[in-house]
C-alpha cells in the first residue's frame, strides 16, 4: 500500500480543515410512541478535507501519487490523520483540485477513512 510521500506537507492550511463523520443511524416510526434508532453499521466512514499550500514540484508530486500510486482514487493509502495524527488508510474520495498562482499552488483535497 502507497504511504503519503515525505516530500509533501503533512497537514491542510489553517482554516481549511474540515472533519465529518458519516451518517449511521436510522429511525424506524412506531405506529404509537417515539421511533427506535439504532447504529446502521458497526462502523462508519470520516470525511476529512483540507486545502494545501505547495510548490510546483510538490503539485506535481501529489498529481503523480493520486494518478500513479493511487490508481486516480481507487487504491488506499497510509497517511497520519489531519484530525488526531494517528495512521489510518485513506482513499480520496474525489480528485485533487490544483488552482495555480504566479507563485505557489493550492491544492484542495477530500478524503475519507473507515472506522
Known amino acids: ?3 503519503w ?7 491542510p492550511i489553517g482554516g481549511s480543515y474540515n472533519f465529518t463523520p458519516s451518517g449511521n443511524v436510522v429511525e424506524t416510526p412506531n405506529d404509537v410512541g417515539d421511533v427506535i434508532a439504532r447504529r446502521r453499521f458497526t462502523g462508519t466512514t470520516m470525511n476529512e478535507t483540507g486545502t494545501m499550500v505547495l510548490t510546483n514540484d ?3 508530486t501529489l498529481y503523480q501519487f493520486w494518478s500513479v500510486s493511487c490508481a486516480q482514487g481507487a487504491l488506499e493509502f497510509i497517511m497520519p490523520s489531519w484530525r488526531d495524527g494517528v495512521l489510518r488508510d485513506y482513499r480520496f474520495s474525489q480528485p485533487p483540485q490544483f488552482n495555480r498562482t504566479a507563485t505557489r499552488v493550492f491544492c484542495s483535497l477530500s478524503l ?4
Open 58 to 60: 510538490e503539485a506535481e
Open 1 to 3: 500500500m502507497p504511504a
Open 5 to 11: 510521500p515525505e516530500s509533501l506537507p503533512r497537514c
Open 112 to 115: 475519507r477513512y473507515s472506522l
